[in-house]
């Protein structure tokens, strides 16, 4: 070409512009949150009730009942907010911009960076503050090792967003995104025991659990309360690999432009 002049952008300067990129789609998504805070107000007030009320009944139906009441709820609306990523990036194609944003010079990575991290940042503070609530008012003992429960923290988050990633480019309205979510959660984190500890579980639901990812979420912030890191290590691997999956197949769907707003 007759422009061409041969110039190339170091790695350096190229690092800069991925991050100068995705800084400004991640500030745009920050404002939106903050002026639509409702949905993540209602999954941090809910839990908080629902641990105050059944506490009474944790402590006496099973063995370290506050801890499981704490982490059971964290768990299961935590998963709710798998809608709160989905929209965030379902939204550009409902409003028919997710074109304009593929056909400039960000690649599906940086979009997806920039569309959820600042969710990323919400759902690490949800799943924060209620562990803080559980220890202040339900009475969950501190944690002796606060570094391996903000590493579980951040491993949960991260799987949570890849999936909400992963729904948000294979469906098609947010219709289908509430059903699959809110029905989704509700299983999978029941499934895994966090509404119902585990050993009151039917023998089959105590197997099937072990597919869902809600139970080894469970498995991990138990653990790293506990101060137990050889027992959060394998469900924290276990929920990455889930996590990369997902991640993956989100951006190819949407490098390949199977997601655009035209489909809608």
Same mark, same amino acid.
């Given at each position: 070409?007759?422009?061409?002049?041969?110039?190339? *952008?170091?790695?350096?300067?190229?690092?800069?512009?991925?991050?100068?990129?995705?800084?400004?789609? *991640?500030?745009?998504?920050?404002? =939106?949150?903050?002026?639509?805070?409702?949905?993540?107000?209602?999954?941090?007030? @809910?839990?908080?009730?629902? @641990?105050?009320? #059944?506490?009474?009944?944790?402590?006496?139906?099973?063995?370290?009942?506050?801890?499981?009441?704490?982490?059971?709820?964290?768990?299961?609306?935590?998963?709710? *907010?798998?809608?709160?990523?989905?929209?965030? =990036?379902?939204?550009?194609?409902?409003?028919?911009?997710?074109?304009?944003?593929?056909?400039?010079?960000?690649?599906?990575?940086?979009?997806?960076?920039?569309?959820?991290?600042?969710?990323? #940042?919400?759902? =690490?503070?949800?799943?924060?503050?209620?562990?803080?609530?559980?220890?202040?008012?339900?009475?969950?003992?501190?944690?002796?090792?606060?570094?391996?429960?903000?590493?579980?923290?951040?491993?949960?988050?991260?799987?949570?967003?890849?999936?909400?990633?992963?729904?948000?480019?294979?469906?098609?309205?947010?219709?289908?995104?509430?059903?699959?979510?809110?029905?989704?959660?509700?299983?999978?984190?029941?499934?895994?025991?966090?509404?119902?500890?585990?050993?009151?579980?039917?023998?089959?639901?105590?197997?099937?659990?072990?597919?869902?990812?809600?139970?080894?979420?469970?498995?991990?912030?138990?653990?790293?309360?506990?101060?137990?890191?050889?027992?959060? @290590?394998?469900?924290?691997?276990?929920?990455?690999?889930?996590?990369?999956?997902?991640?993956?197949?989100?951006?190819?769907?949407?490098?390949?432009?199977?997601?655009?707003?035209?489909?809608?």
């Amino acid at each position: 070409m007759l422009l061409d002049t041969g110039y190339r *952008a170091g790695p350096i300067a190229t690092l800069r512009e991925s991050v100068y990129r995705i800084g400004a789609l *991640a500030n745009h998504n920050t404002i =939106i949150r903050l002026r639509d805070p409702g949905q993540m107000i209602s999954y941090l007030v @809910m839990p908080m009730v629902l @641990m105050l009320v #059944l506490k009474p009944l944790y402590v006496r139906a099973v063995e370290g009942g506050t801890t499981k009441v704490v982490t059971g709820l964290l768990v299961m609306f935590s998963v709710f *907010a798998i809608s709160i990523a989905g929209n965030a =990036i379902l939204a550009e194609r409902t409003w028919k911009t997710w074109d304009r944003l593929r056909v400039s010079r960000a690649p599906a990575a940086e979009l997806l960076l920039g569309k959820t991290l600042p969710i990323y #940042l919400v759902m =690490i503070v949800q799943q924060a503050i209620l562990l803080g609530y559980g220890c202040l008012v339900i009475g969950l003992p501190i944690p002796s090792n606060i570094p391996l429960v903000l590493m579980s923290i951040l491993v949960w988050a991260f799987t949570l967003l890849a999936i909400g990633a992963l729904l948000a480019a294979i469906v098609r309205s947010h219709g289908e995104l509430s059903v699959i979510s809110d029905v989704g959660a509700l299983t999978l984190s029941s499934l895994g025991g966090a509404l119902v500890p585990l050993s009151l579980m039917p023998d089959w639901a105590q197997v099937a659990a072990h597919v869902s990812p809600g139970y080894w979420a469970l498995e991990m912030l138990q653990a790293a309360v506990a101060g137990d890191t050889a027992g959060t @290590m394998l469900p924290a691997a276990i929920l990455l690999g889930i996590a990369l999956i997902a991640g993956v197949f989100a951006i190819r769907r949407l490098t390949r432009g199977w997601g655009r707003g035209g489909l809608l």
